[in-house]
């Protein structure tokens, strides 16, 4: 027993010296492709994907949740990405928050605020699509939330793709946006401050998404040895 217990304290420290991290440095990832990520369509990679909301609590801090379970489908073409087509559906009764008091969260999907019982979908399918840059865009389409359908506008980044990759023979494509809406207009009014206050929960929300996109596999891409 004291010999193990000595053998696992001296692993341990090996694998938290300087020389364990350089070993672990040398081991060499293969390239992605150098070829483009081609047009077709997409889907949302689950484990790579983060939906955030944001909203004024008090004027204190701004309140953050989350849903765990949405999908997304993406119909892209790198030649003519103002064209692309963008659809996505999100349960709300997957919301998460940070350490809810108890019944709190029963009550944020109660009928006070996102109803799930009533409204267990939302859904968003993009109208228009404008360029603002090399990489960038903004992005229109309808909101479905809490059964009012609204537009609502999001700006875009791309931040890169790569046709396919060693460990990966489909094509792969990621993004970050942000957006803000009015929970009101959606009929979710429960705790907006009166005019002037902020004594409540805000009006405005922000949503912020990361994304990672899974597409058609490359007939040419190399495989893995």
């Known amino acids: 027993m004291k010999h193990s217990?000595?053998?696992a304290v001296a692993l341990a420290l090996f694998l938290a010296s300087p020389a364990a991290f350089a070993a672990q440095d040398a081991v060499e990832v293969p390239p992605a492709s150098t070829a483009p990520a081609p047009g077709g369509a997409y889907t949302l990679d689950k484990a790579h994907a983060s939906l955030i909301f944001r909203v004024s609590h008090?004027?204190?801090s701004n309140y953050t949740g989350r849903f765990a379970s949405?999908?997304?489908a993406l119909?892209?073409?790198?030649a003519d990405p103002a064209a692309a087509k963008l659809e996505a559906t999100i349960d709300p009764a997957s919301l998460s928050v940070?350490?809810?008091p108890s019944g709190f969260l029963e009550s944020l999907l109660g009928p006070d605020w996102f109803d799930v019982a009533k409204f267990p979908a939302m859904t968003f399918r993009s109208t228009k699509i404008e360029m603002t840059g090399d990489d960038t865009a903004r992005v229109t389409g309808d909101l479905t939330l809490h059964g009012v359908t609204l537009p609502v506008v999001f700006?875009?980044?791309f931040n890169g793709g790569y046709a396919s990759h060693p460990?990966?023979?489909n094509a792969r494509i990621g993004f970050s946006a942000r957006g803000g809406l009015s929970r009101s207009a959606f009929?979710?009014?429960y705790g907006v401050p009166e005019e002037g206050s902020t004594m409540g929960v805000g009006d405005a929300v922000e949503f912020i998404i990361e994304a990672e996109f899974t597409g058609p596999a490359w007939a040419d891409a190399p495989k893995a040895e």
């Open 5 to 7: 217990i000595v053998t």
């Open 58 to 60: 008090i004027g204190f």
């Open 70 to 72: 949405f999908d997304a």
């Open 75 to 78: 119909d892209i073409d790198p």
């Open 98 to 100: 940070e350490n809810p």
């Open 155 to 157: 700006d875009a980044t």
């Open 167 to 169: 460990f990966e023979p």
């Open 187 to 189: 009929g979710i009014a």
